[in-house]
């Protein structure tokens, strides 16, 4: 399967701690996206990062992409209680199944005030 | 969210009705598509349409029909569902399936089959 796996299943900090979230898949990528979801909402592009490319930041997010262990990490700096959500990892195939989007099952991050 | 509106928010419904879930996109975008997001599971990719044509249909049951009549509006179309059928219905939209975008999500409709 080529879906991606998040790890930890929840996480809880402390308004202003750091959090970092793990993603692993199996397959050959195109490219691995980060999603957001508040309860029982759509859920929001976080970032993009490109096969060819090893790490991307965007505001207080920094993504790290491995492909050598087909493993991906989310970090979230300073963190505030509104970054309290769901966060999946998207990966974007290659291959004949180009185009295509699979998610993970997602972490949940409780941001305590 | 206002790029992909979502309708109804929320929907009961028994075993026997017919009843349609409507998406809309305003971002200009060539593909959409239709995901279940049940508990406790990974998001699953229903239908794709990319330029109003299906171009994949993840062994959805035929109960669920979709159809794409521009590519700004894409609709689910249900009838006889399951329990087993309640979950987070969401919409999405693309640039295109071509080449794997970033997806922009609408808020989903929350379906209780009775």
């Known amino acids: 399967s080529q879906q991606g796996e998040e790890d930890p299943q929840a996480l809880s900090i402390q308004e202003g701690e750091n959090a970092t979230m793990n993603c692993s898949y199996k397959?050959?990528?195109?490219?691995l996206q980060w999603y957001r979801q508040n309860s029982g909402r759509g859920l929001v592009h976080l970032i993009l990062?490109?096969?060819?490319?090893r790490e991307k930041h965007s505001g207080r997010l920094r993504v790290t992409l491995d492909t050598s262990k087909k493993s991906s990490s989310l970090l979230i700096t300073a963190s505030r209680a509104a970054d309290t959500a769901s966060y999946f990892c998207?990966?974007?195939?290659?291959?004949?199944?180009?185009?295509?989007?699979?998610f993970g099952q997602g972490t949940i991050l409780t941001v305590h005030p | 969210e206002t790029g992909v509106t979502q309708t109804p928010r929320h929907l009961v419904m028994g075993m026997t009705n017919k009843k349609s879930l409507k998406c809309e996109q305003h971002?200009?975008?060539?593909?959409m598509y239709w995901y279940k997001q049940s508990a406790k599971k990974p998001l699953e990719l229903m239908f794709v349409?990319?330029?109003?044509?299906?171009?994949e249909n993840n062994s959805v049951p035929s109960r669920f029909s979709p159809e794409c009549p521009n590519s700004s509006h894409l609709f689910l179309h249900l009838h006889t569902l399951q329990p087993e059928d309640s979950a987070l219905y969401l919409c999405?939209?693309?640039?295109?399936?071509?080449?794997?975008?970033?997806?922009?999500f609408g808020p989903g409709t929350r379906l209780t089959v009775t």
């Open positions: 999405a939209s693309s640039q295109a399936s071509g080449h794997t975008y970033e997806q922009y």
């Open positions: 397959t050959s990528i195109n490219n």
């Open positions: 990062i490109r096969s060819n490319e």
């Open positions: 998207a990966v974007g195939a290659g291959g004949t199944s180009y185009g295509k989007l699979t």
């Open positions: 971002l200009g975008h060539n593909a």
């Open positions: 349409y990319n330029f109003k044509e299906q171009t």
